[in-house]
């Protein structure tokens, strides 16, 4: 059995408790969030699960095994680190950190304590992509020669960091996962409408090519492999 602290109760949170809650092999411990009404919610639902305010406590509860962090991209860092050396796994909602810098000192800082370090990166898990990366890597279907992908939403935009890290990653990982393409070269494009950080972008490689977007009133996912 896994026991999993989770911090952040917000828009994901409560998806996140009520998952783990109820798969097998898995058990909230404890709920850390700095909105009380927010803890009171979850002690409305699940009474036997610990809540409290104060991070640091879940780092120091022995009964914690893994800590999930469903925060602000601008505290993933800190949150993870801290708790990588607190002895916990880490599991940390995409994008994983503000920069690739931070990315890599977790890594390290997870491989040398010998701890699990997971981005959930919802996607690669359907049942869709699963069976996509299946024929791919049976060969049945040749050799890929181009994947084309539109990911666009009028919806929640972020404030906190650009489309590239909160769209476009799910392609760039479905692309790492079931297509395993690498890349030799890469160029992006984008720009904003209404805030510093880019709303709308178009990356392209040697192969693939990606469009996303936060500013489209339709709702597309429409990524397209062509074999040869």
């Known amino acids: 059995m896994v026991n ?15 998952n783990f809650a109820e798969t097998p092999g898995a058990k909230v411990a404890a709920v850390a969030d700095l909105d ?11 009474p036997a699960v610990k809540t409290t305010i104060d991070f640091r406590e879940l780092l120091t509860d022995q009964g914690v095994d893994a800590i999930a962090i469903v925060t602000p991209v601008n505290t ?26 931070q990315a890599k000192q977790l890594i390290d800082e997870a491989q040398q304590r010998g701890l699990v370090l997971l981005v959930d990166h919802t996607f ?30 009028l919806g929640l935009f972020q404030r906190d960091v650009s489309v590239i890290s909160d ?13 395993a393409v ?10 904003s409408k209404s805030r510093k950080r880019r709303d709308h972008t178009k990356w392209s490689a040697r192969r693939p090519e990606h469009l996303a977007s936060w500013r489209s009133p339709a709702l597309p996912r429409l990524p397209k492999l062509h074999f040869q």
Not at 5 to 18: H, K, M, S
Not at 125 to 146: D, F, N, P, Q, W
């Open 4 to 18: 999993i602290g989770i911090v952040g109760y917000g828009y994901w949170g409560p998806n996140l408790v009520r």
């Open 36 to 46: 009380t009404n927010k803890l009171a919610a979850v002690q409305r639902r699940f």
């Open 76 to 101: 993933h860092f800190e949150l993870a680190l801290a708790a990588l050396r607190a002895g916990k796994h880490v599991w940390v909602e995409k994008p994983m950190t503000e920069t690739s810098d």
């Open 124 to 153: 690669i898990y359907t049942g869709a992509v699963m069976k996509m990366a299946e024929l791919i890597r049976s060969g049945e279907l040749g050799r890929i020669y181009y994947y084309d992908s539109i990911r666009v939403n």
């Open 167 to 179: 769209l476009a990653v799910h392609d760039f990982s479905i692309l790492d996962h079931g297509v």
């Open 182 to 191: 690498k890349p030799k070269w890469d160029s992006n494009i984008g720009h």
